[in-house]
């Protein structure tokens, strides 16, 4: 089926913010943080640079590019943009993001930190059709980053201000889904 993402497949992720207005997963500057390679924020469009809003997935449990993608896997995702890096959190999120918000977003060269997890990112698919577990091209998703006991879920957070030429600055939440759809995302080809 076309439309099913396969390990390998380079992807643009757009936030689900005020009917999917929340911008596309975007690297935006260096980043401070122990080991980090670049900020993470939202962007209007995912090709703001060359690659800052591509990602590709790659397995954690081994899975082989050209392999589907089944909702509950987890994942790594790498940036394309210069040096790269792949999807971490790392340091607490900033105090105005609210008491739910846990961790600041960055990439980070390796797909663990550490081996804390800090990379690893569950896909939680709302729903696809056919209803065979396959993450499909537009299915509304959840992406859980494994880090910590209690893990935690990406989402689009404006109570810290964002990069120039960004949208909305990004974290995690202990909530699925905190308001307005801040931690529905989905998958396009890129």
Known sequence: MADVLKYGDKVHIQNGYKD????????????PGAGSV???????????AAGTGTWEITSA?????GEQVMSGEV???RNLYG???????????????????????????EKDRGG????????????????????????VVLLWNLYSATGSFLETNG??????GAKYDVCTSAYWNRAEDVGNWRFAKA
């Open 38 to 48: 670049y900020g993470v924020s939202t962007s209007d469009t995912p090709t703001r």
């Open 159 to 164: 109570g810290n201000p964002a990069p120039t």
């Open 75 to 77: 994942v790594h995702l």
């Open 61 to 65: 449990a081994g899975k082989r590019a």
């Open 20 to 31: 999917w207005n929340g911008g596309y997963l975007d690297t935006n500057g260096r980043n």
């Open 83 to 109: 040096e790269g890096g792949y999807l971490d959190t790392n340091g607490v999120a900033a105090s105005g993001q609210g008491p739910a918000a846990k961790y600041d977003v960055s990439t980070n060269g």
């Open 116 to 139: 804390h997890k800090t990379g690893s990112w569950r896909v939680f698919a709302q729903t696809s059709s056919p209803g065979d577990q396959a993450v499909r091209v537009g299915d």
